[in-house]
């Protein structure tokens, strides 16, 4: 998705962001984000983003495993912040938006603030290499990650793009992947936290291998 605005490194984004916690939901650089707003607390996020220019917001997902509470869980460490680059009203009291990834981040301090939603200083120091667009393209086993592909869809009796899948470059087809998994929070933070493209990879193919060997086992007869 193309976007107006130009990010060449950390410098180019905000300290101090907006954060949207969603269990799940993984975005990642240069990657799309479809959303569908409807509590207040994210319409002003939202209206808030839009107002000051930024148009950024960080996706997040919650912390199952640190103490919190339903409205202010703990949070991982590293989430990933994207630009509104669509965005509808629905006529009922929504927005329709979508994000595109920017570069992922750490947070380093949550901020007491008035907003009803949460805001976080953050560092995307760490994360340099996420505005190279195809950065590792080279390192990928893309037949190892197309391998699993084929044998996850044809266990699951889903069809798949072909064509489009063939002409799409690494990184866009191991993100797309990672983002489109049906996995659970611990394992899209895997793939999220992961250090580069190479090693995204290498995890969601083995996250792959092992749903698919789960599912065999729990087909098969058990001994009495």
């Excluded at 409807?38 to 950024?56: I, K, Q, W």
């Excluded at 409205?71 to 006529?91: F, N």
């Excluded at 939603?117 to 086993?141: H, L, M, N, S």
């Excluded at 699951?156 to 191991?174: F, H, M, Y």
């Amino acid at each position: 998705m193309p976007m107006n605005a130009q990010y060449r490194g950390p410098i180019d984004l905000p300290a101090v962001i907006p954060v949207f916690p969603l269990p799940g939901a993984l975005l990642l650089p240069r990657g799309t984000m479809p959303l569908n707003i409807f509590e207040p607390r994210y319409l002003a996020m939202v209206d808030d983003s839009l107002r000051d220019g930024h148009r950024l917001i960080g996706m997040i997902q919650p912390d199952a495993h640190r103490p919190g509470n339903p409205e202010k869980p703990a949070l991982y460490k590293v989430g990933c912040v994207g630009r509104i680059t669509q965005l509808a009203e629905s006529g009922d009291g929504r927005y329709l938006i979508e994000l595109t990834g920017v570069a992922r981040f750490r947070i380093e301090e949550e901020l007491a603030v008035a907003t009803l939603y949460r805001q976080c200083r953050v560092t995307f120091a760490p994360f340099t290499d996420d505005f190279i667009a195809r950065k590792g393209e080279g390192d990928v086993d893309r037949a190892a990650l197309l391998d699993a592909l084929r044998a996850f869809l044809k266990d699951n009796k889903l069809q798949a793009d072909w064509e489009g899948i063939d002409k799409a470059p690494n990184e866009a087809l191991v993100n797309a992947l990672s983002m489109m998994s049906p996995y659970g929070v611990v394992e899209k933070q895997a793939l999220l936290e992961a250090p580069d493209l190479k090693t995204r990879a290498e995890v969601l193919v083995a996250l792959t291998e092992i749903d698919l060997a789960k599912k065999n086992t729990e087909g098969e007869p058990q001994l009495q």
